[in-house]
Structure formats: C-alpha cells, structure tokens
C-alpha cells in the first residue's frame, strides 16, 4: 500500500465512493476487454461544453441508463496553492465547506444527498479541490442550489473552524503518525522536489495547521472559490433545458469578482545528481525505501508510456519488481510503483519494503539492477499487452458510472487541459509501443534523476514490541 | 495514481453486507436547518414519496451432485465475467496449533496444480488478459477467476484444480510463507488491530476461536508443508463449495460448465467441520451495577490513542436484527450518526466515530470505536458512554427514522445496480439460511422498526437504561501511551472497577449459529 501527495486528504473516510483523481485507476478487479477491439465498449462521450458570463464552465453529458445523477466542481486550487506557512490549508478548507451558508446549516449538503439514499465527498490534490455528489435525478436542481450557495455565501465561525481544524489534525494523526510508514510518505513527498511548492504534502503538519484562522478561510475563499476558477460537471440522467436553466439561475446569479487568480510559478529544475535522504522513527517494523524520479507534468505525451513502465515494474506478481525481489530473491516483502502526473511536473515512484533480515543497501542495488534492464532492452509484447490491458481497464471502468465519467471529464478538463481527451485517453494507451517504454526509461529512470529516500528504525536491532496488556485487578 | 489514505477499521467479523454504507441522522441537539430559498422549494422537480419498492431479480441456483451451490445472475451489460468459488477453510477452522496455515494454504493454491504449473497459470492469464486470485477470510476462502466470457471454457478447469487440486510445491510454499511472515510482522504494530484484536480476546476469551489475535509470525513461520496439505484435504470439501457468476452469462450453457467443472469431486469420508457456538467470557456483574474490566494496551510513543467498545451482540439470523441494525445508524453507522456528530463535527476529537454490528453466523458483537488525540482519551470515552446510554434513554422522533430508512432503503436500491451486488445478497441469503423472499421484503422489515423498537435493543444489548449501569455490558480497550492514557480512561469507563468493587459473573447462554448447514 502506498500513500502519498496528490491527494492531500478527504472530508470522510467512510465514504462509500472510492474516489481518484488519476485517470488510470489502480489495481483492477478485472481485465479489459482486448485492446484495440473494434466493438471497443468504448464509444466516445458526447458532452455540452459552455461557458456562463460569470466564467464558470458547465460541462454535461447525458446518460439515462440509471435515474441518477453526478455532479461535480471541479475548483482550480489545491495544495500547491497553500499560502505561505499554512501547509495543509487548501485540504481543511475543503472540510470547511461542508459547514455553514447564509442558507444553508452545517452538514446540510449530507442531508440533502444521504437522506435521499445518495452520497457525497470532496478530495483535495496538489493541483484541484473537488466536491461531487451523486443522487437519484430528481434532486438534481436542489445540489445544483447548494454548491451554488457554498460557492457565494460560505459562512465560518469560529467554533466551526476550530473543531474542523482538529478534525484535520486528528486525521493527519491517524493517517500519517500512527501509520509505521507515514514518516516515509511525507518525506517522498517532500524530498521529491526542491523548488515547486509540490513538495509540501497536501496533508499539511500540525504546527501549520495550528496556525491557521478564519482570517485565512475567509481570504482563500475570495481569492480562489470564484466561477472563473470553478468548472461544473454535470453527468447522469437529465434534461438539458433543464440544466441550463438552473445552472443559468444558480450559478449564473455569483458574482465574478474583480482582480486576478494568483497562480503558482515556481518552476522545478531538472536534477542533475543523485540524491540519498536517510530518515529514521521509532517504530519501523521492517525497513524501506523509496526512489522517485522527476517526470514532465501529467498532460505530458510521455505520460502512457511511463504508466505502462510503472505497470511492468511493479503491478501484480508476474511484474519485473515483484518477480525478482520478492518472489526469487526473496529480499523484499513488498513493492510498489506508480507514476504521478500533476499538471506542472510528475514523480514515478518505486517503493520497497525488505523482507524480514534484509539490509537497505542491497535491496537498493538489486532494485536499481533490476530497472536499469528497462533501460537497455525492450519489454516483451506479453508485457505491453498485459499493461495496456490493466491501463485500458482503468479508464473503462472510470466510464462505467455516471460518477466515474464525472470525475474523469471534470479531470480532463482541469488537469488535462482539453475535456475532449476523455475520448483520445484509450487510443494514446493503445498506442504505446515497446520502443516508447524503452524510450521513457532511458529519459526518466537514470541514476542523476533520482532521490531516495531510506527508512530504517531509530535503533537497528530493536525487536518489534509486543503489546504490553495491562488489567486491573477488579 | 494515486490511493486515498482511507482509514479501515479492523473488524474481525465479517460486517453484515447491507448495512455498508453509511447514512445520515439528524442530530437531536442539530441547529434548525435554515429552508432552502424558496425559489428553490417552489421548482424542485417532483419527488416521488411513495415507499420504495424493491424488488431483486433472483440468481438461478442449483445444487450439484457433491453438494456444492451454483448461483448465477444473467446481466448482458458487460462482457467480463468474474466466477467466484469460497469453501470453509477460512481461518476459523485453524486449531491453535496451526495459526497461518488457511492463509498459506489459500495464497498458495495458485503455485500449482496437478496439470498446472504456476508459470502455466501466469502465461495463461497473459494470454487471456484474465486473473486468478484466493484469500483466507474468517470462515472461508475465496478463489476467483476474471476473464471475457468466451475463454471461460478453457479456464474454469484451472479454477476447479486450483480450488481441489493444488500440489504445493515445497519451494514455493516456503516462499509464499516467507512473504507472509515479512506482512504479518509489518501488521504488528497497527494500532487499530491491536485494539480489535484486545476487544474480541477479552468478549470470546482468547482460547476460543473467535476470540484468538491473528497469527504471529512465528506461528505462520512454523507451519509445517505436510500441515498445508492436510488441512487442504480435510477443509476444502465440494459440499461446502458456493459457486457464483454474474455477467454476461446463460444459465443453461454455464451451469452445464459448471457442473462439468466441480460437480465431480468427492468430499472427504469425514463428517463436515462445524463452528462452535460463541460464548462470551463472564464479566460484569449481572444485576449489572459493574462493567466488564477495561483493557489498556501500551503502545508507547503512540500519537493518538485507539478507543474501542464492544458489547455481545447476535447472528445474522437474530429477529432483532433490522431494530439493532436502525439502532446502529442513529448510534454510529454513518457520517451523521451520533457518535460522529458528537466526537468529531461537535468536538474534534476525532477524524471519525462508527459503530458496526456484526451479525455472522455465530453471535457476534456491537462495536463502537474511534482514533482520538492522547489528551481527549478520557472524555472522549465518556462520551462513547454517554451516547450508549443516550440511545437506551432517548428514542429517535418518527421523522429522524424516517429518514434513516429511506436513506438505507434508497441506498439499498442503488446498489442493487450491478450484477455482482445481486449475486452477492443471493450468496448471503442462502448462506444463513434466509427465507426465499427476503431481499424482496427488506424494505418492509426495515419500514416496520418502531422508535420503542431502537430503545428496546439499545437497552437489551448495551445494558439497563439507567444512567448509572447504563455501560453495564460494554468493554472497553484503550490503545495507546499508557502512561498518559491510562488512569483518566480507568475512571471514565469503570469508577466501580476502580474502587474495587466485587464483580460476579453473569450468567451466559450460547446460543446457535444461523444458516449451518
């Protein structure tokens, strides 16, 4: 399992949507149907695309298979966009949102989606905050008013604010300081980029977190949650003259305010040398490592090969990773490889955990040794197949349901640029080659392009402690 | 590609598939909600409140020769189709002398077969673009295998041998074992499992099958190869076997596959194992005027501490289980529950609040528990107790329940969405043995819970409505740094335990398992 920056954090964990801002999501249940059928299950997405007088994009596709409908607002702010000192912000005000409005009580948008047998969550990732909703069609008008309200008449108190913000750090506490591998999470994270606010994780630290006032919330809302920032999608069953009605209503009534949208300039610079961070904590049951590598941003044309590469690498037991270092040399227990795109700069990650006795060291070096064939010798076309397959997988899954189609138009319009890429994303997978992985390898994976990261217990021959049970006697 | 650091609360039974999702409750204490503009009133579409009526469509069951179940559920939507295969080998049917080996066992079904070696296997699902998985649960493993309809034919064969005739080469099970031993040691210091795991120890007793932590690692470490081979032999018999497809699928033609693939396998001579009852440890007192003995596990350095309550509940066959499981929404079962409208959107305490009733086979438990900051431990625990005693004292206004059951009705009816959510609740309602209309008439019996019915089992299972022995039956775990922990979460959960008092045990009585067959 791994863990780390895009997502800095979301409002429940209890959530019954699964959600991810990647278009390629992971570990699929099952396997595609074969690439490049000319039955594709695949036919592309037909969408409204307009834009009101305020700035707000609206974005709808119509499907009436199920009466159900997804709504998503897509906000351009993320944790890049934390001010300066207030790491973590952009991720607790998403919580905020979900507090009072001139019209609306604390926790009412739960009322208005749950009680009706709906759902609703918000995710916040480097480069976006997201809040979506799914729900029998007939309630589409009354989200379409609240996220409407929330967007121009946010009201924070106080007494609100100061309990969400335990809340959040309650979260950070949960998610990161008693999880054995947080430590080397947020160290990924933070090592992986020198310049470009990036390397700040979007969970933020308890210091910063503490420091934060409703001064701040009310100044971030104004700057970044404005229509011109926001873009609207709208998925499911419903009738358009219907939607543009309301959305026209609604969304249309929020005033543009007057002034520019500060946006991030900072500018990663390419890595010239090696780097090698050791971090140790106290309770490391068995030691890891991570290595990243800087990759261009996620609308990048290399992004389907270095997916494909992260496929071959370390997806399911018969990956190169997996085989050697867990199955044959049995000197890790665990791998793990993703490749990240934000929208100005990405990290493929390679994570692995030793296997009980094993030295980091080594495990490095037969690691590295392992990659570096990716970099002189083509995959197999067993191998391409079997990435395209899991790849294709993930994005046919991502149509499967009005929430999914949502959240994958609303990301190829923000992230990717264009809302027209969630027809071409399949074709760019399909289109990869052994040559381009090869290609992709050399560029990325070379030893001048990598950080790692090494995470060993504080005291090196510490025994993992037992549980220490105590009772009283009655 | 990124994973969401959801946060899973580590429940050693299995939880009661319908009550998944979580719903919203309107909190007693709530401020009035401000009315939506009235433009917004005035033009809302029309809302349909008629009740909801659900109705399923039935998978095709039948019964093979050996004894194995076969469902299947028709849904031309999808091409891929996801066969599924569980037999009771699950954990529980470990003795305590064999801790790790269903695990091992079911992780390495697929490092070979009497036909298949386990490079056959991984070229075959290149080939296909198909998958074969097996995992251990508490009472069974499940092997699946995921592949286009059309290469069915060629591939169920593999799942069958998989499932009745692995080989389990000795190199490979050591290997798979090493890895298993690396996990479980990685696992160890998991505070939730740790505080899950002290909470079941203390209710069912450690000796009991219900009540045992997971293996250690050197437990797995020392399961013997000739260990793996005879639990497979004696645990994964076809009269236990249940069998399901849903997708793109003809129930003649594929139930003649079926029957051709594992309906000729012969179970062992032996009779077939059955679990013990559960009997839950004598704690307490039975006038009720003491609690159980509440557990602190140190976990020094911890950042956060885990609390953790439990009280006996029922199996999955119980008539009390649709008033326990409306009990468990308003008291924790979602995000607008009232644990977490207390601890975490009222206090900050926490990141989450739930409680969870699980209803197996067996009599299981009612758990409620959360992370909270070190500081808060001992208010955070009154108020778990406060809100136990809340449910038994103040019964939900008419309207509140009713809008939780048409939130569980409602969600109920969304997830019936998808094909493998209908083979699912067939599964289970065979599985404990469940009458032949009861998806159908789900909505009905949730519908029927009175207010007097939630009071009633909130005060029947989590003590005796009196304020005072409100928390009679709970035990409590505390997983943290004890030494800033301990005393104040003493005093907050058991000030009679404290003061000494005489505890007597009170009377228990097992009671059977649902659905054994």
Same mark, same amino acid.
């Given at each position: ?11 429940k ?19 595609a ?7 594709s ?26 009466p159900?409908?997804?709504? @998503? ?27 009072s409005?001139?019209?609306?009580a ?16 918000a ?21 379409l ?13 106080e ?10 750090q ?18 990924t ?9 990036y ?10 977190l ?79 490592f ?10 990048d044309?290399d ?50 955990t ?9 495990l ?55 809302p ?10 399909n289109?990869v ?10 560029? @990325?994976l ?18 993992v ?9 009655p | ?11 050693l ?9 979580? #719903? ?5 204490a709530?401020?009035p ?49 996801t ?23 079911a ?36 092997a ?7 290469n ?5 064969p593999?799942?069958?041998?998989l499932v ?21 040691v ?38 013997a190869?000739?260990?793996?081979t ?6 994964? #018999? ?13 129930a ?42 509440p ?22 066959r ?47 438990t ?28 103040v019964p939900?206004?008419a ?50 819970v ?63 398992n649902?659905?054994?067959?």
């Amino acid at each position: 399992m791994f863990v780390s920056g895009i997502i800095g954090g979301m409002r429940k964990h209890f959530a019954a949507l699964a959600t991810f801002v990647a278009l390629c999501a992971v570990s699929p249940a099952f396997a595609a149907p074969p690439v490049g059928d000319a039955a594709s299950p695949l036919p592309p997405l037909a969408f409204t695309d307009r834009t009101l007088p305020n700035g707000l994009r609206v974005l709808a596709s119509e499907n009436h298979q199920t009466p159900t409908v997804a709504i @998503y607002v897509f906000y351009k702010v993320g944790s890049k966009d934390d001010p300066p000192g207030r790491s973590g912000f952009a991720h607790l005000f998403e919580h905020l949102m979900f507090k009072s409005t001139k019209n609306m009580a604390s926790e009412q948008l739960d009322r208005l989606t749950e009680d009706v047998g709906g759902a609703n969550n918000a995710y916040t990732a480097d480069d976006v905050t997201v809040y979506h909703e799914t729900v029998p069609s007939n309630h589409l008008e009354r989200l379409l008013w609240a996220e409407a309200e929330r967007m121009s008449n946010l009201t924070v108190d106080e007494k609100n604010f100061k309990s969400e913000r335990a809340v959040v750090q309650e979260e950070f506490r949960q998610s990161y300081a008693a999880n054995p591998y947080g430590d080397l999470y947020l160290q990924t994270t933070i090592q992986g980029f020198t310049k470009h606010p990036y390397k700040r994780p979007g969970i933020g630290n308890l210091a910063e977190l503490q420091a934060a006032t409703v001064t701040d919330v009310k100044a971030f809302h104004k700057t970044y949650y404005r229509p011109d920032n926001a873009v609207l999608v709208v998925v499911g069953d419903f009738d358009p003259a219907q939607l543009k009605m309301w959305a026209d209503r609604y969304f249309g009534a929020v005033a543009k305010p007057r002034g520019a949208i500060p946006r991030v300039t900072a500018v990663e610079p390419p890595r010239t040398a090696q780097r090698h961070v050791a971090v140790t904590a106290p309770d490391v049951p068995l030691p890891a490592f991570s290595a990243t590598y800087l990759t261009p941003g996620v609308a990048d044309a290399d992004t389907p090969a270095l997916d494909v590469l992260a496929s071959v690498l370390g997806e399911g037991e018969s990956s190169r990773l997996y085989r050697a270092l867990v199955y044959d040399k049995q000197i890790a227990s665990e791998v793990s490889v993703e490749s990240n795109g934000n929208t100005e700069a990405g990290l493929f990650t390679v994570l692995v955990t030793a296997a009980s006795g094993e030295k980091l060291p080594d495990l490095e070096t037969a690691a590295f040794a392992e990659m570096d064939k990716l970099r002189e010798e083509e995959i197999t076309a067993k191998e391409l197949e079997k990435a395209k397959v899991s790849l294709v997988g993930g994005i046919v899954r991502a149509r499967e349901t009005v929430d999914g189609t949502a959240n994958f138009l609303g990301v190829a319009a923000v992230l990717l640029g264009d809302p027209s890429r969630i027809n071409t994303e399949l074709a760019r997978v399909n289109a990869v080659t052994a040559a381009d992985v090869l290609r992709v390898a050399k560029k @990325y994976l070379s030893p001048m392009n990598r950080v790692i990261v090494s995470y060993t217990a504080k005291t090196a021959t510490v025994p993992v402690a037992k549980p220490d049970v105590k009772k009283v006697k009655p | 590609m990124k994973l969401v650091p959801l946060f899973c609360f580590a429940v050693l039974t299995p939880t009661v598939a319908a009550s998944g999702a979580h #719903r919203a409750f309107a909190q007693d204490a709530a401020p009035p909600v401000a009315p939506p503009p009235s433009t917004v009133v005035r033009n809302l579409s029309p809302i349909d409140l008629q009740p909801l009526e659900v109705a399923i469509p039935p998978a095709k069951e039948f019964t093979l020769p050996n004894g194995g179940h076969i469902f299947i559920v028709e849904d031309a939507r999808t091409p891929l189709v996801t066969f599924s295969i569980s037999v009771r080998a699950g954990e529980l049917m470990e003795t305590n002398a064999g801790r790790g080996v269903a695990s091992l066992a079911a992780l390495c079904l697929r490092e070979g077969t009497k036909t298949y070696s386990a490079e056959k296997i991984a070229e075959l699902e290149d080939k296909y673009g198909a998958s074969f998985n097996a995992s251990a649960g508490d009472e069974r493993v499940t092997a699946t295998l995921s592949c286009l309809i059309e290469n069915a034919d060629e591939l169920l064969p593999v799942l069958a041998e998989l499932v009745y005739a692995p080989t389990f080469p000795a190199q490979r099970v050591k290997q798979v074992q090493t890895r298993l031993v690396a996990n479980a040691v990685a696992r160890q210091n998991d505070p939730n499992r740790q505080a899950a795991e002290a909470l079941n120890k203390a209710m069912y007793g450690e000796t009991s099958v219900f009540g045992r932590p997971a293996p250690t690692p050197e437990q797995i470490g020392a399961v013997a190869p000739e260990q793996v081979t005879a639990f497979h032999a004696r645990f994964y #018999r076809p009269d236990s076997a249940l069998i399901g497809v849903a997708g793109n699928v003809k129930a003649d033609t594929t139930g003649s596959v079926l029957l051709r693939e594992f309906g000729s396998q012969r179970n062992p001579d032996a009779p077939a194992p059955v679990l013990p009852a559960a009997v839950f440890v004598a704690q307490g007192t039975s006038d009720g005027s003491a609690a159980p003995v509440p557990i602190v596990v140190n976990r020094p350095g911890s950042a956060q501490t885990v609390l953790s309550f439990g009280v006996p509940g029922i199996n999955r066959r119980d008539p009390e289980y649709f008033p326990l499981l409306l009990a468990n929404r308003i008291l924790g079962g979602g995000f607008n529950s009232r644990l977490n409208q207390k601890l975490r959107e009222e206090k900050g305490y926490t990141y989450g609040a739930r409680s969870t009733v699980n209803a197996p086979k067996w009599t299981g438990t009612w758990t409620a528990s959360a992370s909270v900051r070190n500081a808060v431990t001992a208010n955070a625990a009154t108020d778990f107790l406060n809100e136990f005693v809340r449910l038994q004292t103040v019964p939900p206004k008419a309207g509140e329940l009713d809008l939780i059951k048409q939130a569980l009705i409602g969600s109920f009816a969304l997830t019936l969405e998808s094909p493998g959510a209908v083979l699912s609740r067939s599964i289970e309602r065979y599985e404990y043995g469940l009458p032949a209309d009861y998806w159908n008439t789900y909505a009905a019996r949730v519908r029927a819970v009175t207010p007097e019915d939630v009071v009633r089992v909130a005060r029947q299972y989590l003590g005796s409505g009196n304020a005072k022995t409100a928390s009679a039956k709970v035990w409590s775990v505390a997983v943290g740094e004890a030494a800033q922990i301990e005393t104040g979460f003493r005093m907050a959960v058991a000030p009679d335990a404290e003061a000494g008092k005489t505890v007597k045990p009170p009377v228990v009585t097992p009671v059977p398992n649902a659905g054994e067959r």
